[in-house]
Each structure stands twice: as C-alpha cells, then as structure tokens.
C-alpha cells in the first residue's frame, strides 16, 4: 500500500540554520511527490512538487528514489519558515494525495 | 477570486447526532475533495468527485458517512449517528481537473467538528 512517513513530529532550529524536513515514501511505481504547508492560521497551501523542480521561498526538494525520499531543505532558516509541514504522494493512476502525517517546523530566533 | 469556502467553521454536536457539512468549491473547479484531520494524524482522504460522480469512495470511514456534489458545484459532506472518533477537522479542496499529478488542489479553512 502507498505510504508517506514524516519521522519527525517537531523540529526546532535557529534562525539562520540549515533546516531538512524528512520524507519517505512507499510505492513501486513512478511517484509524484508534493510538499504543503500550513502557516498559523493560513490554509493548507501547496508549495513545491518535484514534477516542476522548483524553488520556492528558497526550499528545495529532491525525490531519490533509491532511498524512497523525498526531504525538503533550506539551506537558511527564517523566522517566517515556521509552519507545519506535510509531504504527500500521488500517482499517474490517482485521483488523491496520500498526506504524511506532518512535521512541525519551528525557526528559534 | 474567490477561494474554497467551507461552512460552519465549527460544529460542536452530541453523540449520536447527524451533522452536514459543506464546501463550496472555486467555480468553474470540476474536481472535488475531502478530507480529515484528527489530532496527530496526517490528512485522512475521504472521497472525490469529478463533476456531481464520485469514482473514489474508498476513504470513506464506515456506511455513517456519505457525501454528495450538486449541479458540479457544492458538496455536502454528511455523518449520521456522530461518534467521538469522528471528532476532527474536516477539510474540503477543489481542482481545475482530476489529476493530481498536473493540477493544484486548492483547500478551503475546513470545518472543525467536535462530537461531545
């Protein structure tokens, strides 16, 4: 069965530090893999997909399929990072997003 | 424009109770979803609509939970006979099309339901 692990409940760094959220996935085929985000009192927002292989708010994401992972990274945190976190699958089959179970990201002053 | 809109923002209802919930969708969104958020979980899938047809009706947690998509535009999310396991926060998005790969689903700020 399709499944998306998000190890880490909190993760707390200082500004200015490299942040890595962790994702790993299962599923045999071709994934398509997402990050969204959640700002405090914001809506569910998507924020990058490995299908575009963009950078967005100077986050980054690499599928390595060898590892089944999919670990989002900054190489600066800013205070306006905090949020939580989800990584999520789908496939060319699908007609949903299989969401982890979420990280919450805490940048420290 | 404007975004998904879901409604009420908070349900508070006793055990054993039905209770609606709706999402409006960005118009002219043909595709549908809902979805559950319970404390320390991940966002469950509920189920989805292309149009007023759902072709995946495989997240939906037992027969008490049943949804339905008019004129391909509102949805309206039903759970009969509440139970406190059924307490979370629901949360409805909307597509241009189906596929998940290509297009963004849009969330709307979900309906919190507590079941007492």
Sequence with gaps: AQR???????????KGAPVELKCNYSYSGSPELFWYVQYSRQRL???????????????????????TSFHLKKPFAQEE??????CALSYSSASKIIFGSGTRLSIRP | GAGVSQSPSNKVTEKGKDVELRCDPISGHTALYWYRQSLGQGLEFLIYFQGNSAPDKSGLPSDRFSAERTGGSVSTLTIQRTQQ?????????????????????YFGPGTRLTVT
């Design chain 1, 4 to 14: 998306v692990t998000q190890p880490e409940k909190l993760l707390s760094v200082f």
């Design chain 2, 85 to 105: 396991e059924d307490s979370a926060v629901y949360l409805c998005a909307s597509s241009p099309r189906w596929s998940t790969t290509y297009y963004e689903q």
């Design chain 1, 81 to 86: 990072d905090s949020a939580m976190y989800y």
């Design chain 1, 45 to 67: 927002q998507l924020l990058l997909r490995h299908i575009s292989r963009e950078s967005i708010k100077g986050f980054t994401a690499d599928l390595n399929k060898g590892e």
